[in-house]
């Protein structure tokens, strides 16, 4: 089995618990017989409350499925998933998608704005269609800490994809998520704009106390995490704190050099 456990850092925790969600003896499969491929295997794992986590590895590895299974957007084959001191996998259709919505904050490589919405109404879009009023002092928090000040009127077609990731960025910070996954959200951004909105993101857990999940491929946006999770074949098979993007690449060199005589030699993790 599979194990991966973060410490609490201080700060973040609000007095709550200091796990955000966490995992056991998750797996998940696809098709059946000689065609079932396994994804994730038997994968325990705990978020802690106030950190950023990113997930890295392989193609076909597993990082994204288990991102995803964490979020409640896939079922798992068998295991157990909690968000806060929520069992998500007990949930009905209903009770999940509520969940999602009220607890959960997502950042894709896709802004997935609204052409004809401005930037504000953007930002609180999900609270709009759920009937729910924004915390008007913490959107303000949130728009400053995300550099959105003198944009809130424009419409995505008037910024750069640097300021519409960060309006992606706030509206998932908008409703105060119990925690945020972002699947290689600065993957359609160059240098400059993605180390801008890995910046917000930072402060958002530095200085609102979010948690955040993210799935890159690139040293250089680990390097903004507290902690880096590699997996290969589906398990976890390191736990990296306080990365730098030296310390990550050589990392991922070394087993990606493993990965592969292993493979050579028939093995799997």
Known sequence: MTTAVAVPRAGGSGGRTAIAARARQVTKAYGNGETRVVALADVDVDIARGQFTAIMGPSGSGKSTLMHCLAGLDSLTSGRIWIGETEITKLKDKQLTRLRRDQIGFIFQAFNLLPTLNAIENITLPMDIAGRKPDKEWLHKVVGTVGLGDRLKHRPAQLSGGQQQRVAVARALAAKPEIIFG??????????????????????????????????????????????????????????????????????????????AGDAQGRTW
């Open 183 to 260: 699947d290689e959200p600065t993957g359609n951004l160059d240098s400059r704009a993605g180390a801008e909105v890995l910046g917000f993101l930072r402060r958002s857990v530095d200085e609102l106390g979010q948690t955040i999940v993210m799935v890159t491929h690139d040293p250089v946006a680990a390097s903004y995490a507290d902690r880096v999770l590699y997996l290969a074949d589906g398990r976890i098979v390191d736990d990296m704190a306080d990365p730098t993007a030296e310390a990550v690449l050589d990392r991922m060199q070394r087993f990606s050099s493993v990965v592969a």
